[in-house]
């Protein structure tokens, strides 16, 4: 019986662009899980460069890459840190809200 040879797949390896970066990010809000969203902050601050980032914000790479990891539970000041270190930008947008009757 031949054996397949897998490896590991690491989304940072596939977010090369701008438009990359924006879509995963997009994606994960639609989610509605705070853990997903930090996690893809994360996988974006990686593809960028962690220790850019943390110097961006002024924060230490070690509480960076622990607060963006689908465990993290990072404050809202450092998600924004985050976003404005990575030259993305948060907008609001109305959503249609479905009552319960």
Not at 24 to 29: D, I, N, Q, W
């Amino acid at each position: 019986m031949r054996r397949e040879k897998t490896t590991s797949w690491d989304v940072t390896e596939h977010l090369e662009t701008e438009e990359d970066m924006t879509m995963y990010l997009e994606a994960a809000l639609e989610g509605n899980d705070p853990s997903l969203i930090a996690a893809a902050l994360g996988d974006i601050a990686k593809a960028k460069g962690m220790s850019q980032i943390a110097k961006q914000t002024g924060l230490g790479r070690e509480s960076l890459y622990k607060a963006l990891s689908p465990e993290g539970n990072p404050e809202f000041s450092t998600i924004l840190k985050v976003v404005k270190a990575l030259g993305l930008q948060l907008h609001v947008a109305s959503g249609k809200m479905e009552s319960a009757v």
